[in-house]
T-cell receptor
Framework: AQSVAQPEDQVNVAEGNPLTVKCTYSVSGNPYLFWYVQYPNRGLQFLLKYITGDNLVKGSYGFEAEFNKSQTSFHLKKPSALVSDSALYFCAVRDRGNYGGSQGNLIFGKGTKLSVKP | DSGVTQTPKHLITATGQRVTLRCSPRSGDLSVYWYQQSLDQGLQFLIQYYNGEERAKGNILERFSAQQFPDLHSELNLSSLELGDSALYFC?????????????FGQGTRLTVV
């Protein structure tokens, strides 16, 4: 079964410093990996995805993620954190079941709360 | 704005009652997913519909049911509500263009059972 793990419940970073939010995955076959962000009292917003190709994926708001097949990781990164980046971040993997041509559902990690202090 | 609309935004109801949550997917999206977000369980997949047919079931209780209508909007019905059903319920939609397609989420319906 597909799964993702986010080992850190919370990450604290000072504004201007680089940030990393960790994610490891377990899949059969090729992984389809996603990062979403959730601001307070809001829905999830798509940040970026890895499908194939370049291991460094660039996404919205200056975020990027590095896919590492040997370590089965897909860590989210940003070179310089902003206070406004403070939010809940979710890593997800697409389920690969046979759904008659439709997409399998997304399986989410438990989320990591990012706190960026001025 | 993701293009996915959920109503109502907030719902307060008593134990034992039944409620219906509504979702309008992005224009053209055939797949609709329902998720439950609670503090202790995180984001749990409930059920998926594709073009009106049920495609996948996750951790959905028997007291819960869903359907997708010909106009592609979906409803999640929660009955015999318990205090533990209090959560944020999200709907998401995606297009039928391959497994690499991201899902777009609505703002959610916050259900409080008292």
């Amino acid at each position: 079964a597909q799964s993702v793990a986010q080992p850190e419940d919370q990450v604290n970073v000072a504004e201007g410093n680089p940030l990393t939010v960790k994610c490891t995955y377990s899949v059969s076959g090729n992984p389809y990996l996603f990062w979403y962000v959730q601001y307070p009292n809001r829905g999830l917003q798509f940040l970026l995805k890895y499908i194939t190709g370049d291991n460094l994926v660039k996404g919205s708001y200056g975020f990027e993620a590095e896919f590492n097949k040997s370590q089965t990781s897909f860590h989210l990164k940003k070179p310089s954190a902003l206070v406004s980046d403070s939010a809940l971040y979710f890593c997800a993997v697409r389920d690969r079941g046979n759904y008659g041509g439709s997409q399998g559902n997304l399986i989410f990690g438990k989320g990591t709360k990012l706190s960026v202090k001025p | 704005d993701s293009g996915v609309t959920q109503t109502p935004k907030h719902l307060i109801t008593a134990t034992g009652q039944r409620v219906t949550l509504r979702c309008s997917p992005r224009s053209g999206d055939l797949s609709v997913y329902w998720y439950q977000q609670s503090l202790d369980q995180g984001l749990q997949f409930l059920i998926q519909y594709y073009n009106g047919e049920e495609r996948a079931k996750g951790n959905i209780l028997e007291r819960f049911s869903a359907q997708q209508f010909p106009d592609l909007h979906s409803e999640l019905n929660l009955s015999s509500l318990e205090l533990g059903d209090s959560a944020l319920y999200f709907c998401a939609s995606s297009a039928r263009t391959g497994p690499n397609t991201e899902a777009f989420f609505g703002q959610g319906t916050r259900l409080t059972v008292v």
